[in-house]
């Protein structure tokens, strides 16, 4: 049986570096959503920090750690036009919470919206995971414009074809969409993503990434099989048993994510019990690569935890290529 | 317990003032002793019980002047709790969020010597507010027990001694505060069992405070805990929440949160009454206590007295109304 190659990697967040945390408590305060006024040679420092973090642990596959995102959708959706930014709300069940974004008029991309932070994370390495959103932003704002979900998403679909577009031209290899709201669509919403994917991509030269976390995949096979991405990610923390069984059920031919850390809790996983699991997956995968993750961004951990969580998963897989 | 008609009270909580935060600011840099910041203490407490005694508070707590946050702080003098560091709630705004990695065991008291010291300077009524053991797991990470059911049992035990040390003190209303409890409607058995635990053998009137989550989905089976008040939050939610509690037999003393404490608009008298009135549709008026929807400490403090001093002359004159 031929296996795949390990790579590891991140899904997107990392928290702050302490000293950045309070750099941007003091410019930004606690209440703004945030952007203005932050300089870019200490934004480029903390970045390159966490990039470093990573790199010691072993991830070989990065992300910029998303440090000025405040949420998944707020970082996107305030430099959208249209959108407007709401009451506090929880994120999935987490203790952790959004803005709500409200669709108050057709949305419009009129200025980048993550290119200027991907610029500085290419200048400091090149393996870099630009990370998007479609649905989920569609999923959790508050629609008062468009009164049909498959308009709104198509829109931000576009939205988000024009960002790749410019990504690509800054030198991204790697795109990746954040969907955890799709584990929780009805059928219907499928197919729209499925459209949706085919906007997004369009004249696009990136690998695209399509990832999931929170809870195991079941509403989303066998259809997600058939969109236009090159990898899927999966939770294996929240649904191990049932995403083994969704695949050894419909197979798969494209190249997989598994989140196998806990990207929630500083409890340190049994690294055996880490490489077993990458193996079992290994089994059934059969493309050129398999990426292994925490299964959520990491901001949900204490920085000094982060790295150590991406040192246990690093390790555990480190003699599978072999 | 035999109170008046409408007592007020406050849920814990009170603006630190300026001078104190800025003490506080300079013992974390080593700068003052230990001593100077424990008298510094005391003397923001006298201001601060002072001031709700001023605005006409039946029942006060002293308003938390010595806790910086409600999950640390207890964690802090637990045994099995650490602190790796903190951790995002929303944008720039973090806590400290413990860790459970050993037995948990009951080390240090959480709040007698904060109630004996209040005992001294007031003779009002006083409520001792304690985060409830469900609201500390939740908000902690669970490295040790295999379930965060376990956690919870585990922790229940812990604060079930100091409220038993409490009332040997002479402590008589307790308040639980578990807001995470109505975020979790899934794991409602657990909450309730974590209560039975926290007050066995706690001869003491018991409250218990809930401000974040979806009311409907543990309404009516918070009916079920064994407390002798429920205190919510209304005026934050615009009353809307009035109808979910009407649709079963209210059968608990209810704490009715009726000035909002996100905004610093300061409401007026016959606003507030016109509020608590909307309780007499839960419960007869005998069975309600008046009290802002959750902690003051997010306020300027002339806000948070004027917020207080509007609210207990609203229940004055409804009291007047009622008693003829
Ligand atoms: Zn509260």
């Given at each position: 049986m031929i296996m795949s190659r390990v790579i590891p990697t991140t899904v997107g967040s990392y928290p702050r570096p302490p000293w950045f945390r309070e750099y941007l408590r003091k410019v930004e305060g606690l209440q703004k959503e945030g952007g203005g006024g932050i300089d870019e040679a200490t934004y480029a420092k903390a970045v390159a920090e966490v990039i470093r973090e990573q790199r010691d642990a072993g991830v070989r596959v990065f992300t910029d750690g998303q440090l000025l995102w405040h949420d998944l959708l707020c970082h996107l959706a305030t430099k959208i036009d249209g959108f407007e930014m709401n009451g506090l709300v929880r994120y999935f069940d987490n203790n952790l919470y959004y803005r709500i974004p409200k669709v108050k008029a057709k949305l419009e991309r009129k200025r980048n919206i993550i290119v200027d932070e991907f610029r500085v994370a290419y200048s400091i390495e090149r393996e870099i995971k630009a990370v998007l959103s479609c649905f989920t932003l569609a999923a959790l704002s508050e629609d008062k414009f468009y009164g049909n979900k498959t308009d709104l998403v198509m829109d931000i679909a576009h939205i988000m074809n024009q960002e790749a577009k410019e990504l690509v031209k800054k030198g991204a290899k790697y795109i990746q969409i954040d969907e955890p709201s799709l584990l929780y669509a009805e059928k219907e919403d499928l197919s729209i993503m499925k459209d949706a994917i085919e906007v997004i991509r369009r004249g696009v030269d990136a690998k695209f990434f399509l990832v999931t976390y929170f809870r195991d995949a079941e509403r989303i096979f066998p259809e997600v099989l058939d969109f236009n991405v090159d990898v899927i990610g999966l939770d294996f923390v929240e649904g191990y048993e049932k995403n083994l069984n969704l695949l050894r059920e419909f197979g798969v031919d494209k190249e997989i994510q598994a989140g196998i850390v806990d990207g929630r809790?500083?409890?340190?996983?049994?690294?055996?019990?880490?490489?077993?699991?990458?193996?079992?997956?290994?089994?059934?995968?059969?493309?050129?690569?398999?990426?292994?993750?925490?299964?959520?961004?990491?901001?949900?951990?204490?920085?000094s935890k982060a790295s150590e969580k991406l040192k246990i998963l690093c390790r555990s897989v480190g003699d599978i290529n072999e | 317990m035999n109170r008046r008609l409408l007592p007020t009270t406050v849920v814990g909580s009170y603006p630190k003032p300026n001078w104190l935060r800025r003490l506080i600011r300079e013992y974390e840099k080593g700068e003052i002793s230990d001593k100077v910041m424990r008298r510094a203490y005391d003397d923001a407490v006298k201001a601060v019980v002072k001031e709700q005694e001023l605005a006409g508070v039946d029942i006060l707590w002293d308003g938390e002047m010595r806790r910086d946050e409600m999950t640390s702080y207890f964690a802090r003098r637990i045994e099995g709790f650490t602190i790796y560091g903190e951790v995002r709630?929303?944008?720039?705004?973090?806590?400290?969020?413990?860790?459970?990695?050993?037995?948990?065991?009951?080390?240090?008291e959480l709040a007698v010597s904060d109630y004996k010291f209040l005992r001294k300077i007031t003779d009002r009524e006083i409520k001792v507010p304690i985060t409830g053991p469900y609201t500390l797991v939740d908000w902690s990470f669970n490295e040790y027990y295999r379930t965060r059911e376990e956690a919870v049992y585990a922790l229940a035990e812990v604060i079930n001694q100091e409220l038993r040390r409490l009332v040997d003190e002479g402590a008589n209303y307790i308040q639980i505060d578990d807001p995470a409890v109505p975020t979790h409607p899934e794991e409602i058995e657990v909450a309730k069992n974590s209560i039975e635990i926290v007050t066995r053998g706690v001869n003491a009137y018991i409250g218990m405070h809930m401000c974040y989550g979806d009311y409907s989905?543990?309404?009516?089976?918070?009916?079920?805990?064994?407390?002798?008040?429920?205190?919510?939050?209304?005026?934050?939610?615009?009353?809307?929440?009035?109808?979910?509690?009407?649709?079963?037999?209210?059968?608990?003393?209810?704490?009715?949160?009726?000035?909002?404490?996100?905004?610093?608009?300061?409401?007026?008298?016959?606003?507030?009454?016109?509020?608590?009135?909307?309780?007499?549709?839960?419960?007869?008026?005998?069975?309600?206590?008046?009290?802002?929807?959750?902690?003051?400490?997010?306020?300027?403090?002339?806000?948070?007295?004027?917020?207080?001093?509007?609210?207990?002359?609203a229940a004055r004159e409804l009291r007047e109304d009622l008693e003829g």
């Amino acid at each position: 049986m031929i296996m795949s190659r390990v790579i590891p990697t991140t899904v997107g967040s990392y928290p702050r570096p302490p000293w950045f945390r309070e750099y941007l408590r003091k410019v930004e305060g606690l209440q703004k959503e945030g952007g203005g006024g932050i300089d870019e040679a200490t934004y480029a420092k903390a970045v390159a920090e966490v990039i470093r973090e990573q790199r010691d642990a072993g991830v070989r596959v990065f992300t910029d750690g998303q440090l000025l995102w405040h949420d998944l959708l707020c970082h996107l959706a305030t430099k959208i036009d249209g959108f407007e930014m709401n009451g506090l709300v929880r994120y999935f069940d987490n203790n952790l919470y959004y803005r709500i974004p409200k669709v108050k008029a057709k949305l419009e991309r009129k200025r980048n919206i993550i290119v200027d932070e991907f610029r500085v994370a290419y200048s400091i390495e090149r393996e870099i995971k630009a990370v998007l959103s479609c649905f989920t932003l569609a999923a959790l704002s508050e629609d008062k414009f468009y009164g049909n979900k498959t308009d709104l998403v198509m829109d931000i679909a576009h939205i988000m074809n024009q960002e790749a577009k410019e990504l690509v031209k800054k030198g991204a290899k790697y795109i990746q969409i954040d969907e955890p709201s799709l584990l929780y669509a009805e059928k219907e919403d499928l197919s729209i993503m499925k459209d949706a994917i085919e906007v997004i991509r369009r004249g696009v030269d990136a690998k695209f990434f399509l990832v999931t976390y929170f809870r195991d995949a079941e509403r989303i096979f066998p259809e997600v099989l058939d969109f236009n991405v090159d990898v899927i990610g999966l939770d294996f923390v929240e649904g191990y048993e049932k995403n083994l069984n969704l695949l050894r059920e419909f197979g798969v031919d494209k190249e997989i994510q598994a989140g196998i850390v806990d990207g929630r809790t500083t409890k340190m996983e049994d690294k055996e019990q880490v490489r077993r699991r990458v193996e079992a997956i290994n089994e059934i995968v059969n493309g050129e690569t398999l990426y292994v993750s925490p299964n959520t961004g990491l901001e949900f951990l204490p920085y000094s935890k982060a790295s150590e969580k991406l040192k246990i998963l690093c390790r555990s897989v480190g003699d599978i290529n072999e | 317990m035999n109170r008046r008609l409408l007592p007020t009270t406050v849920v814990g909580s009170y603006p630190k003032p300026n001078w104190l935060r800025r003490l506080i600011r300079e013992y974390e840099k080593g700068e003052i002793s230990d001593k100077v910041m424990r008298r510094a203490y005391d003397d923001a407490v006298k201001a601060v019980v002072k001031e709700q005694e001023l605005a006409g508070v039946d029942i006060l707590w002293d308003g938390e002047m010595r806790r910086d946050e409600m999950t640390s702080y207890f964690a802090r003098r637990i045994e099995g709790f650490t602190i790796y560091g903190e951790v995002r709630v929303w944008g720039n705004n973090y806590y400290p969020k413990p860790a459970i990695v050993d037995e948990l065991r009951y080390k240090d008291e959480l709040a007698v010597s904060d109630y004996k010291f209040l005992r001294k300077i007031t003779d009002r009524e006083i409520k001792v507010p304690i985060t409830g053991p469900y609201t500390l797991v939740d908000w902690s990470f669970n490295e040790y027990y295999r379930t965060r059911e376990e956690a919870v049992y585990a922790l229940a035990e812990v604060i079930n001694q100091e409220l038993r040390r409490l009332v040997d003190e002479g402590a008589n209303y307790i308040q639980i505060d578990d807001p995470a409890v109505p975020t979790h409607p899934e794991e409602i058995e657990v909450a309730k069992n974590s209560i039975e635990i926290v007050t066995r053998g706690v001869n003491a009137y018991i409250g218990m405070h809930m401000c974040y989550g979806d009311y409907s989905k543990i309404y009516p089976e918070i009916l079920e805990f064994d407390v002798d008040q429920i205190d919510l939050e209304f005026a934050n939610r615009g009353f809307k929440d009035v109808e979910i509690f009407k649709e079963y037999e209210f059968t608990k003393d209810l704490g009715f949160g009726c000035v909002d404490v996100h905004t610093r608009r300061i409401e007026s008298v016959e606003e507030i009454k016109d509020n608590i009135r909307k309780a007499f549709s839960i419960v007869e008026p005998k069975r309600v206590y008046v009290d802002p929807d959750c902690g003051l400490k997010l306020l300027p403090s002339e806000v948070a007295f004027e917020k207080l001093r509007n609210m207990c002359q609203a229940a004055r004159e409804l009291r007047e109304d009622l008693e003829g």
